[in-house]
């Protein structure tokens, strides 16, 4: 067992329910959610190298020059030009274009702040991408990291957007009441 493995599931109490299926996509847009603490980052990063696979994020092009840019690249990340007039779910859509494997990361929330409406930046991606979403839900209450089916977008947002909201019912985040 490596240290990531001992420290989440030993130490932490975490369980992983699913997988990425890394044989059978190789990209994907995960969506994450509830997102309501800055724990939900090492989650993730324990889970993902739990698992042994590599989750990608995106995040402004500034954040990859020296010093620091050979660790966020490292991490998975892939730099994003931010500049108004660049159209930014385009711009993510030909990162996964450029890449032979990219698992996107995303909280659709936009914020760890309770919100009523997902951003839909998420869904425009996979569709734009023609990558399928992969729900992933940091269930606190019972220390379990699900891991849902991929879904492929069919363009009608409403109801793959209420479908895939299904995936997220009795799940609660770090901070219940922002779930």
Known sequence: MNIYKYIFYKILGWKIIGDF?????????????????????????FTRKT????????????????PFGYYFK??????????????????????????????????PEGTRKKVKEWRT?????????????MPVSF?????????????YTTGDIKPDTKFLKEFYKGVEGKVVEYS
């Open 21 to 45: 299926k890394e044989k059978e996509i190789k990209k994907v847009v995960m969506i994450v959610v509830p997102h309501t603490s800055w724990n939900d980052f090492y989650i993730a990063i």
């Open 139 to 151: 269930n606190y209450k019972t220390k379990t990291v699900t891991i849902g089916d991929p879904f």
């Open 121 to 133: 930046g998420y869904y425009y991606i996979a569709h734009l991408a023609k990558v399928p979403i």
């Open 74 to 107: 490292w991490m998975g990340g892939a730099p994003l030009d931010r500049s108004k007039n660049q159209n930014k779910v385009e711009a993510i859509a030909e990162i996964f274009n450029s890449k032979e494997e990219f698992r996107l990361a995303m909280a």
């Open 51 to 66: 698992l042994g696979v590599m989750v990608n994020f995106v995040g402004k092009k500034e954040l990859f020059i020296w």
